[in-house]
């Protein structure tokens, strides 16, 4: 392992330990979750059933035509829900955008909305830290969010702001067009999976988002736990460092299939 993946590793307060089949062990070095070695270990693609499409998947929508700048200022302009009234800024999705990792996280918080740029609080310098550590530089991913306003009270999002919203997100996939999601946190999964399943049992595997239409993609998705939440439970850093890990594994191992 590299100083620099080293020096971040730290930052995250994480033991070091090595990718499973990619390096050896350093000798000195303890693996600090023992628990990790069951999830590492994954499936292969073919074999992973899609999950049925999430809440508010659209068929056909005048969404799904749009192209990047059409996008942006539909996402600017919309009045589809009650959040328009209090937020200060829509909060579009950014980086790149040809990207092949996308990360997606619940909604915009105070901090976003005042920039109008996803993860840019202490969460998002955490979630720097993540894509660091897994040799990613924040602008080499995507970074979106289920929705672009911020919710009232930063409480969860009601059904009918994740319908306005979600259409968009959806949009943004299929021009992304990512070979691989990282979804963060419990809202993110939960509505993207279209399950109550605690995320304590939806990470550690590979899940697939089901085509949001006809003709669209299937997507493959790891799940892991939002950085303001790791930021509140910092032993649960270890646990997302093993979803970092199976990420990279997936990745790797997509890009093996299709090369």
């Not at 590492?40 to 998947?57: W, Y």
């Not at 969404?63 to 942006?72: A, I, K, P, S, T």
């Not at 979630?127 to 995507?142: H, I, K, P």
């Not at 970092?244 to 093996?256: H, I, P, Y």
Request: glycine content about 6%; hydrophobic content about 40%; overall charge positive.
């Amino acid at each position: 392992m590299d100083s620099r993946r080293l020096a971040y590793l730290r930052a995250l307060d994480i033991d070091v330990w090595e990718r499973r089949g990619l390096a050896k062990p350093e000798p000195a070095a303890e693996p600090a979750l023992a628990t990790q070695r069951s999830i590492t270990k994954i499936a292969p693609v073919a074999d992973v059933t899609p999950i049925r499409p999430a809440i508010g998947a659209p068929s056909t929508s005048h969404v799904d035509q749009l192209e990047w700048d059409e996008l942006v200022a539909t996402v600017s302009a919309c009045q589809r829900c009650a959040l328009h009234q209090t937020r200060t800024q829509a909060v579009f999705g950014v980086g790149n955008r040809t990207a092949r990792w996308l990360v997606i996280g619940e909604a915009p918080g105070a901090d976003e909305d005042r920039q109008g740029e996803p993860f840019v609080g202490r969460a998002g310098q955490l979630l720097n830290s993540m894509l660091r550590a897994m040799g990613l530089a924040r602008e080499q991913v995507f970074i979106a969010n289920i929705l672009q306003p911020r919710p009232q009270n930063n409480g969860d999002p009601r059904p009918e702001e994740v319908q306005a919203c979600i259409p968009f997100l959806y949009r943004q996939i299929e021009l992304i067009d990512p070979q691989l999601i990282l979804c963060v946190g419990r809202i993110a999964a939960q509505t993207l999976l279209n399950t109550d399943t605690p995320i304590g049992k939806l990470r550690g595997k590979l899940h697939h988002l089901a085509p949001t239409r006809p003709g669209a993609k299937s997507r493959p998705m790891i799940v892991t736990y939002h950085p303001a939440y790791l930021l509140r439970s910092p032993a649960e850093k270890r646990k997302a460092w093993g979803d970092l890990v199976l990420a990279m594994q997936t990745f790797e191992q997509l890009g093996s299939a299709t090369s």
